[in-house]
């Protein structure tokens, strides 16, 4: 059993800083709540003036501005655009922001769920769901979305520990007393089946109930055995609607049923290259592997279609998630909120990875693919409480917009540990599994495939307790200025339990490892914004981030130098900001400029010695450009270009081999949307630009290594829609409008890829009622 360090933490101070926060606010809006010296900002996703793309505020109660008065790049994804773009899943949502680029796996892995990078850094575990984290490796849909908002740059004040480029906040939708009653139905190639419909209905003068629900089936175009399966409901309730209490419960429930897709092996493409293999003890190969090299080097393209997997891979989603928000108007200047969550998902996968190629003969229908299978048995669990005041109060004259808070939360992450190998463990012999050579052009989905064995007694359970205050404060120093700071202070314990297997002469042997590790994070941002007009706002500002040892997926190491290795300190994360943000065409276009720097240090590395430092740094700097809104009445538009320069500093391998760039971040992508309506008809129509994606970030040789990077490409969409009636709009959605075929995801190796949607199409039929 290891134990690494536990630094000092004061719970007391923590809780009269709590207090303290909460009267101080209390006791500044009492006594001025007399001369309504100023009002809370409304919070609502809906501008006061309805345009349907463009967003006046945030629905987090932790923006005390308006998105315009707000010192950071901020951007929202509103449920209207995706419904224009038929968009339904989460990483194509996310499309509509540049500088996101989304990742498949290492090597023979494939990733679950969400997977994603932002600005050069990891953001899949920065996804909040009404400002609360969220777990679990799930295929996220949009059908239960109100919009989506991507808040880039460290946001540490804002969600605590690993927000080193931001996070994206996923908001409900959830039930009101005006609202209408909408529903779907769709068909796509591939057999894509799809329906939604989302119930809301008053009961009386104060309480609604909501239902959204969501159905889908279908294959995926141009991969053979490929499918999801989606059905999901979430049922809402809300008492105390126009009153000063309110209270809202909602959940939601996923049940996905998929074949995952490993993708097809990178030969005949662009980059493509093997090596000769070398038997050992041999240091050069002989002539029958060069010239094995030298055929694969040559060999053709698979088909696109080709499944390497097994008929019988699988991936099983469950997920819950339970919600209840209270709300309370103490004045008309102040409100209190408390939002308590409890959820769970399971993922269960058998997936098969394809490996490497061989090539006995010249013939190429003699080639094959070796195959492995990967086993996943995984429960996430979250359960946050979470009180917050939301005020606004005189202070010496200066009108302050302030939001404090505590938050407790408790995240865990349990894994089964599965096996391949033959060996006796407690007596049981447990076979190998076998996994034949897949034929490289013709592969077989028949093909019996050994599944990996459950270890008895194995597993990895982690889990992090985490209690947290934080405070925002926007003070309007004249009516063209303002100033603000932000604050979160933090103590986390992160647990690791394992019990893995050792295997030696082919018995297996349980090994129990223990560790811990907990430490504070002050977390804290400031910013200053000046406008020069009321419709516009220029501004500056610097945040802080930090991420802890084990913070992606709570799993410490007592490996010395592992990142994961809880005696490390934190990375830290810095970033500054101007920009400038302006509501134009009386307020229904609004565009945004950002200049940015952040710098994540403290990654683990080696000096020029090679002795064991946390000396490696990425550096990030670019500029983000971003146009979202009404041209006319009827013309809309949503656009963004983000440009990065991304660099690795100081960061070395115990070989020397340095790092100098950036995996999967591109120097240039490009978003575009816009639609124009005439006579009931919208047609619309848009492009997304991305970059060069390396993948080989070292020294080594780009000639004499497989497929160093993702090539640039330009994907285009269109949409024509006509309103037959207020009651029924028609809609076809046409994906990668001129079927480019172009590479949406490469693994880290460099030997497999997912290749992006192919030419296809959606018709759906709206109903409102």
Do not use: C
Not at 75 to 87: A, M, N, T, Y
Not at 218 to 228: A, Y
Not at 324 to 348: M, Q, S, V
Not at 545 to 572: I, M
């Amino acid at each position: 059993m290891s134990h690494i360090r536990s630094r000092k933490h004061n719970p007391a101070r923590i809780a009269a800083m709590v207090a303290a926060t909460f009267s101080i606010a209390a006791s500044v809006s009492n006594a001025h709540a007399a001369d309504e010296v100023t009002e809370l900002p409304e919070v609502s996703v809906k501008s006061k003036k309805e345009v349907p793309f463009k967003a006046d505020v945030s629905a987090s109660q932790k923006f005390t501005k308006p998105l315009i008065d707000t010192t950071q790049t901020v951007q929202v994804i509103k449920k209207e655009l995706l419904r224009e773009q038929g968009v339904f899943s989460l990483t194509d949502a996310l499309r509509n922001t540049p500088g996101i680029t989304i990742q498949l796996g290492e090597n023979g892995n494939t990733s679950a769920g969400d997977t994603f990078s932002m600005r050069g850094f990891n953001a899949s575990n920065q996804l909040f769901v009404d400002g609360i984290r969220d777990l679990g490796a799930v295929s996220r849909d949009v059908y239960n979305l109100e919009q989506i908002e991507v808040i880039k740059g460290p946001a540490g004040a804002d969600i605590g520990r690993g927000a080193a480029s931001g996070y994206i906040n996923l908001i409900s939708k959830l039930p009101s007393l005006n609202g209408t009653n909408y529903a779907t139905v769709g068909y796509g190639n591939a057999d894509r089946k799809r329906a939604t419909i989302d119930l809301n209905q008053a009961i009386n003068d104060t309480t609604a109930v909501r239902l959204n629900a969501l159905i889908s089936d279908g294959d995926v175009p141009k991969r053979d055995e490929v499918d999801n399966q989606n059905f999901s409901i979430a049922p809402s309730v809300a008492f105390g609607l126009g009153t000063p209490t309110r209270f809202y419960l909602y959940s939601q429930h996923v049940r996905q049923d998929n074949t995952p897709d490993g993708g097809i092996p990178t030969i005949g493409m662009n980059g493509f290259f093997r090596a000769p293999s070398v038997t050992a003890p041999a240091t050069t190969p002989t002539a029958a592997q060069t010239l094995e090299a030298d055929r694969i080097n040559a060999g053709a393209r698979v088909d696109r279609e080709n499944f390497y997997g097994s008929d019988n891979d699988y991936e099983k989603v469950d997920a819950d998630m339970l919600t209840a928000k209270f709300e309370h108007d103490l004045t008309l200047n102040t409100t209190i909120r408390n939002i308590a969550r409890y959820g769970k998902t399971n993922i269960d996968r058998v997936v098969t990875g394809i490996n490497a190629i061989t090539a006995p003969a010249a013939d190429p229908s003699t080639w094959t693919l070796s195959r492995s299978r990967q086993r996943i048995d995984r429960d996430d669990e979250i359960f946050v409480n979470q009180t917050s005041v939301n005020s606004a109060f005189d202070i010496f004259g200066f009108k302050n917009s302030f939001v404090g808070g505590l938050e407790l939360m408790y995240e865990s992450q349990s894994s089964k540990v599965f096996g391949t190998a033959a060996q006796t463990i407690n007596g049981v012999a447990y076979p190998a599994t076998a996994n034949p050579n897949a034929n490289l052009y013709n592969p077989n989905e028949n093909d019996v495939l050994g599944v990996p064995y459950t270890v008895p007694g194995a597993k990895v359970n982690g889990s992090t307790l985490t209690t947290a205050i934080y405070a925002f404060d926007t003070v309007d120093l004249t009516d063209k200025w303002q100033v603000n700071a932000g604050l979160r202070s933090e103590h986390y314990n992160t647990k690791t339990d394992s019990e893995a297997v050792t295997t030696a002469a082919g018995v297996g042997t349980i090994n129990a490892t223990n560790v811990d590790a907990s430490d504070n994070l002050l977390s804290w941002k400031v910013g200053a914004l000046f406008k020069p007009t009321p419709n516009g706002s220029i501004y500056a500002a610097y945040a802080t981030s930090y991420t802890p040892p084990g913070s992606a997926n709570f799993v410490l190491s007592a490996t010395a130098n592992n990142q994961n290795n809880g005696s490390l300190d934190p990375q830290k994360t810095d970033n500054i900001e101007v920009g400038t943000k302006w509501d134009l065409l009386d307020n229904k276009l609004n565009v945004t400029a950002a200049l940015f720097r952040t710098e994540n240090d403290k990654q683990t590395s080696f000096d020029d010695q090679l002795r064991a430092a946390q000396i490696g740094k990425t550096r990030v700097t670019g500029y983000e450009l971003l146009a979202v809104g009404q041209l006319t009445e009827f013309w809309q538009l949503s656009a963004g270009l983000t440009k990065l320069n991304a660099k690795a500093l100081d960061q070395q391998s115990n070989t020397g081999l340095d790092t100098t760039a950036v995996r999967w971040t591109p120097d240039y992508s490009a978003t575009l949307w816009t639609q124009y309506d005439f006579n009931g008809f919208s047609i619309g129509g848009g492009a997304r630009y991305m970059g060069e994606q390396k993948r080989l970030i070292t020294t080594d040789n780009p000639a004499l290594t497989n497929t160093p990077n993702i090539e640039s490409y330009v994907v285009a969409d269109a949409m024509v829609a006509y309103a037959v009636n207020k009651n029924l709009n028609l809609r076809l959605n046409v994906y990668n409008l001129f079927d480019k075929e172009y590479v949406e995801t490469l693994n880290n190796g460099g030997s497999r890829v997912r290749l992006g949607l192919p030419r296809s199409a959606m018709m759906t039929a709206e109903f409102v009622f």
